[in-house]
């Protein structure tokens, strides 16, 4: 079974640009969090969606913003770009929603803000 | 959520047995124990996660204390790939249910 995959792997940006980054979460998993990675803060939640509603959102600017389509696949958006949104992103899928559930991870979307 | 301790580093030779710790003396009678590691420059990777009773998988084998204030993360033949940073993660049922991680274990594995 192909694991969670994540386009694009790598990305420079300008500050004030906006990104789109897409993730295709595990078939048949109907969950999928997005969270970003920065030595400086560890991991840190941004949102899950599941069944194409956001069930949960973390503690970041209106900036940040998702969505899930019906087949489950999903992509977060960043608009006006700031040099502090350098980042690995990484997504994760799991086939429902709840603690009693893992999450699987892709390997992430590499975001350089210059 | 409940806070977790592990310690900052252990170190293990090739193929011999593991035992990582974890106490979560707060956790709530609905959190699950879930473990995860990270290898350099990869993303997080599940590893396994319980409840109450001991679990297995073909990773390895959670043993989690009869009063749930703390587990063990086993593995039972440490490889090189086995080198990363273990986290152990309460989860509350109903809760926010998002991954957080601390600051975990550094295990590294020695050829």
């Known amino acids: 079974k192909a694991g969670v995959t994540q386009t694009p792997r790598y990305l420079i940006k300008t500050r004030g640009q906006q990104v789109t980054l897409s993730c295709s979460p595990i078939s048949g998993h109907r969950s999928v969090s997005w969270y970003q990675q920065t030595p400086g803060q560890g991991l840190q939640f941004l949102f899950e969606y599941f069944s194409e509603t956001q069930r949960n959102k973390g503690n970041f600017p209106g900036r940040f913003s998702g969505r899930q389509f019906s087949n489950s696949r999903s992509e977060m958006n960043v608009s006006t770009l700031e040099l502090g949104d350098s980042a690995l992103y990484l997504c994760a899928s799991s086939w429902g929603t709840g603690a009693s559930y893992e999450q699987y991870f892709g390997p992430g979307t590499r975001l350089t803000v210059t | 959520d409940a806070k977790t301790t592990q310690p900052n580093s252990m170190e293990s030779n090739e193929e011999e047995p593991v035992h990582l710790p974890c106490n979560h003396s707060t956790i709530s009678g609905t959190d699950y124990i879930h473990w995860y590691r990270q290898l350099p420059s990869q993303g997080p990777e599940y590893v396994i996660h319980?409840?109450?009773s001991n679990v297995n998988n073909r990773m390895a084998s959670l043993a989690i204390a009869e009063d749930r204030k703390s587990s063990t993360l086993i593995l039972h033949r440490a490889t090189l790939r086995d080198a990363a940073v273990y986290y152990c993660i309460p989860l509350t049922q109903g809760g926010s249910e998002k991954l957080v991680f601390g600051k975990g274990t550094k295990l590294t594995v020695n050829p």
């Open positions: 319980g409840l109450t």
